[in-house]
């Protein structure tokens, strides 16, 4: 049993996803492109950040061969990424997964052997739709509105992250969130986080606070409310992306996003932390957190069903 077919650039998009949505059939080949030399390959979903079970390089038209004979009876999920990437290892991974397109989870034995096409458009979010120092403003405001016993709390865009401190009861606490396209099975999310340089003071003898406080019981407050900023985030850009992607089809529709997002799976191929101008228009900016993202379709192959992420 195999799982093939071709792998295409969209080229044009309006026309291509006005024919897409209409009937989900082979679309006007001037709208797409073949991708040659790139890496199709499944991955189990259960083991986020594994390499490859089996892959296969694109040849000129585009065309991907992958033998499922050879599989574990498990769920896996079909990812379509830059070889070069793949060949010669990430640099700065944390900023860039090179991979364009992820299915959702299906298990090998599921799978006709019917031809699955794969077709990818690549969008830039330009700086001033990325995730901005004022949205981190708001959404830090609201944060302390919501703990009543935190004080302070401050935030700030850099080249790499966001540096944060808060403060509250007397303690202080300082980390960087950190942010990585997700390439996991989860089609849910486009980033990934985590936390580094995590510094956590606390007020009075060591022994006096151990006996009022839990330091752990802190720490794990802290780390869940950067976790949420990160899921916060990672809903405005996929928001973000959608509308952009929306309005290259200049329609009134206003279901269509959703039936973008229904039929096709976002992926976050770079990560970006452009400096972007002040709005009172100064010299010296200040950071927002932008990206490369990617469109795919379809999101589930005909036959294999949709299997919840493991």
């Not at 969209?10 to 797409?32: G, H, I, K, S, W």
């Not at 594994?50 to 033998?67: F, H, K, Q």
């Not at 990424?81 to 299915?103: F, L, M, N, Q, T």
């Amino acid at each position: 049993m195999k799982l093939y077919g071709q792998l295409y650039e969209v080229t044009r998009f309006m026309p291509f996803v006005q024919q897409y949505l209409a009937d989900n059939v082979r679309p006007n080949q001037e709208c797409v492109r073949p991708v040659q030399d790139a890496c199709v390959g499944l991955y189990r979903c259960d083991l986020v950040g594994s390499r490859p079970l089996i892959e296969s390089y694109t040849d000129r038209a585009g065309r991907y061969e992958i033998d499922l004979s050879v599989l574990p009876a498990t769920s896996v999920f079909l990812v379509a990424s830059s070889s070069h990437d793949a060949a010669e290892g990430i640099v700065r991974r944390e900023e860039k997964s090179g991979c364009w397109y992820r299915s959702s989870p299906f298990v090998p034995g599921a799978v006709d052997e019917q031809p699955r096409d794969i077709y990818i458009a690549r969008l830039a979010i330009p700086n001033e739709s990325g995730f901005s120092q004022a949205e981190l403003a708001e959404v830090l405001a609201a944060t302390k509105k919501q703990v009543t016993d935190l004080e302070q709390i401050a935030g700030t865009i850099t080249g790499n992250g966001i540096a944060l401190t808060c403060v509250g009861k007397g303690a202080r606490a300082s980390g960087k969130l950190v942010l990585h396209p997700d390439d996991s099975s989860d089609l849910t999310k486009i980033l990934r986080h985590s936390i580094e340089d995590f510094h956590l003071e606390l007020p009075g003898p060591s022994w006096l606070v151990g006996l009022v406080v839990s330091r752990d019981a802190i720490e794990a407050s802290i780390r869940t409310g950067l976790r949420d900023l990160a899921v916060e985030i990672d809903s405005r850009l996929r928001l973000h992306a959608t509308a952009l992607f929306t309005e290259q089809i200049q329609t009134t529709d206003p279901a269509c996003g959703a039936r973008l997002a229904d039929m096709g799976t976002l992926t976050l191929e770079r990560l970006r932390y452009p400096a972007v101008a002040h709005q009172s228009g100064s010299s010296s900016g200040d950071r927002a957190i932008a990206g490369d993202v990617c469109l795919g379709f379809p999101r589930s192959f005909p036959g294999t069903g949709e299997l919840e992420t493991l």
